[in-house]
Every structure is written in C-alpha cells, then in structure tokens.
C-alpha cells in the first residue's frame, strides 16, 4: 500500500493494520533485509514464551558497518550492547522496545491497546502500553534483521535524539506504569535515572575529560582512568555471550576493532548529549519529526 503523502510512521501503521486479517502481525522497516528463518525464529519464539506475552522484539543487526567510523561504532552497539540489554529484559519478564523496524504483536493486544499512538517514539510508547495492560513482551536473539544506521553525525544525533524524546512521551502517556507490581517495572524504574545520567555527563564529565587533557583535573581525575579497563572487560564479556548466538545461526563477526575503541572510549560522549537534546524536545513541545535525514 502505498501512501501519497508523508504522515508519519504511526499513521502508515495504523492503515496497514486495518488490512491484517490474521492473528500475529510483524512489522519490517523498508530499508531492513531479514536474515534467513528470521521470520520463522521470532514466531517459534512468540509461540514458545509465556502465555501473556503479546509482542516479541526480533534482533536488529548493522547492515552498513563498513561504511565509515559511525556505521562501525554503531555495529558494536547494536551487536551487543542494546542486545544484551533486550536479553535481560526479557528475562525479566518485560524487554521495554518492541522496536518498529522488526517485531510481532498480537493482532487483538494491539486492537485493545488503540494501536500506534501519533507521537515520534510510537513503538516504545506502544510496548509500555502493552506492558501496562499486564501483558509480557519478550525477545528473539535468532531473529536477525540488518537494518542501514545512521552514516553522518547529524543523522546519528538526530536518531538517539528521538529515540530519547520517545522514552520521555512513554513516561507521560504511561505514568502509571511505575506502580504496576511486576519485575519489569525495575528496568522502567532505571529509566527514570537515564535523563539525570545523560545530564551529568553532559555538563559534567564530558568538561571534565576536555580540561583534564589540558591538565586542570578539576572534575575528572587521574582515576577516571580506572573505569577503561571495566568498560573493556564489560564489553568482552558481553562480546563472548553474543559470539555464541552468532555461531548457532551461521553469521559470522567480522573484525572490527577501529569501531570497538570508537565505541568503548567515545560512543557515549556523543550520544548522551544527543540524549539531552531529546529531552529538551519534549520538555519544550518542539515539533516532532522523524529527523534521520
């Protein structure tokens, strides 16, 4: 189906949902390509996990990481860093994103929680709806999908920008999820946190490096140099768990160490203030956008 004008991604969805007549839906971004059996693994999963599961989030992978240093930064952190963090969720009985770009629902869930809301981060908004209503949303480490990330930096600060306002229109559409008594309101609890981390950071730490490498070590010390090697041991760790999921599957991790010190050392001193950027978007009510191009 395709539309004649441009009236954002919740809207497409909702349209296209009108025309489902069967009783799981799956949702692909255009520019995304699913890895072999994809399909097959996230439905296997979705019928397999606990009976009030009613959506479950498939495995997003990095097609363009050989693009340039961003794209290979960013392979590490799709890879495994927002991986291992849907990993645990799920564990505990509530991953937070059901992202857009590839996940299933329940046909009936989705009618009863009014679909995609109108707003730049629908899917989170939409999974914290469905977590609200009691139900689990769960995650396929083995369905894969490659999807192209940002290349530019403005596209990548654009991207973590919306992806930030997203989780701060869950937390005013869904206030009341925080009261709700399951282990999955623990993770929702730790996001509360996240404005306040990205803030610090912002304002704080990043200053903090910069005059440190000009010898004034007035917020940032001569021990800051100490959390590198956790950050490196944390990321290996994490590396290795993954690495087993990809030999169960039949890819392969090619090497990429230019983007692996990219993204331990200098990923976050560009994302967090991005983080920032989103939070004051929604605090100001500035006009939403899609904001990647």
């Known amino acids: 189906m395709d539309l004649e004008k441009n009236a954002g991604k919740a809207r497409a969805l909702n349209i296209g949902f009108k025309e489902v007549a069967h009783d799981l839906v799956i949702t692909v971004d255009a520019?995304?390509?699913?890895?072999?059996?994809?399909?097959?693994?996230?439905?296997?999963?979705?019928?397999?996990?606990?009976?009030?599961?009613r959506a479950v989030a498939g495995k997003i992978l990095v097609r363009n990481s050989r693009q340039n240093w961003i794209t290979r930064s960013q392979e590490w952190d799709y890879f495994h860093g927002i991986a291992a963090i849907k990993r645990v969720q799920s564990l505990f009985q509530g991953t937070l994103v059901a992202q857009g770009a590839f996940s299933v629902y329940d046909r009936a869930a989705l009618i009863e929680v009014g679909g995609w809301p109108e707003c730049v981060g629908e899917d989170i908004v939409l999974t914290w709806a469905l977590l609200?209503?009691?139900?689990?949303?769960?995650?396929?480490?083995?369905?894969?999908?490659?999807?192209?990330v940002p290349s530019t930096v403005k596209q990548l600060v654009r991207q973590r920008q919306r992806w930030a306002r997203g989780m701060a229109e869950a937390f005013i559409k869904h206030p009341g999820i925080l009261l709700k008594p399951r282990l999955s309101t623990f993770f929702i609890y730790w996001n509360v946190l996240f404005p306040w981390l990205d803030l610090a950071c912002t304002i704080g730490f990043i200053p903090?490096?910069?005059?440190?490498?000009f010898g004034h070590y007035w917020i940032v010390g001569i021990m800051t140099l100490a959390l590198i090697p956790a950050a490196f041991a944390l990321s290996l760790l994490m590396f290795a768990i993954e690495r087993r999921m990809f030999k169960k599957t039949g890819l392969i991790v090619r090497k990429n160490v230019q983007g692996f010190f990219t993204y331990?050392?200098?990923?976050?001193?560009?994302?967090?203030?991005?983080?920032?950027?989103?939070?004051?978007?929604?605090?100001?009510?500035?006009?939403?956008?899609?904001?990647?191009?």
Not at 44 to 51: K, L
Not at 135 to 141: F, P, Q, S
Not at 279 to 293: I, S
């Open 208 to 213: 903090g490096i910069i005059l440190a490498l």
């Open 132 to 148: 609200k209503a009691g139900y689990r949303v769960g995650h396929c480490e083995d369905a894969c999908l490659f999807t192209n």
């Open 31 to 53: 520019d995304s390509f699913l890895y072999r059996d994809a399909l097959t693994s996230i439905v296997e999963r979705y019928r397999a996990d606990p009976p009030h599961t």
């Open 264 to 293: 331990v050392l200098l990923y976050s001193l560009l994302l967090q203030p991005a983080s920032v950027l989103g939070y004051l978007d929604e605090l100001f009510r500035r006009p939403k956008a899609w904001g990647t191009k």
